[in-house]
């Protein structure tokens, strides 16, 4: 990957909400530097990013971010389908399921660009 995980997020964040510029600072502020303070590589930080929003029931738009620059990190669809094996008994059939469903969304709504 050519950028960091949290400058790519950032990129991704101020072409998802144009004109907003001081809501869109702040949300890139937020994740600044996260992943060093981590310790984490990158391809262990974006999963754990994919689970989390798995965990919250995130709209496709956090997923279509975080799968672009774990594609560019080389995450799999096996990763991403490792993690929601991994947390369906933690967060449950239905949230696992809604997490595939709004993955795959975000995965053909990246295609389409």
């Known amino acids: 990957m050519t950028m960091s995980v949290d400058a790519a997020v950032a990129k991704a ?3 998802s909400v144009p004109g907003e510029a001081p809501f869109v600072e702040t949300l890139v502020r937020m994740h600044a530097g996260v992943q060093g303070q981590s310790g984490l590589d990158d391809r262990t930080y974006l999963l754990v990013r994919i689970a989390a929003l798995v965990s919250i029931d995130a709209p496709a738009t ?3 971010m975080n799968l672009a620059a774990a594609d560019e990190v080389g995450v ?3 990763d991403v389908r490792g993690v929601l094996v991994a947390l369906t008994p933690v967060v449950g059939t239905a949230r696992a399921l809604a997490g595939a469903e709004k993955a ?3 995965v053909a709504a990246a295609r389409r660009m």
């Open 62 to 64: 956090s997923y279509l």
């Open 76 to 78: 799999t669809a096996d």
């Open 13 to 15: 964040l101020e072409s």
């Open 104 to 106: 795959l969304a975000a």
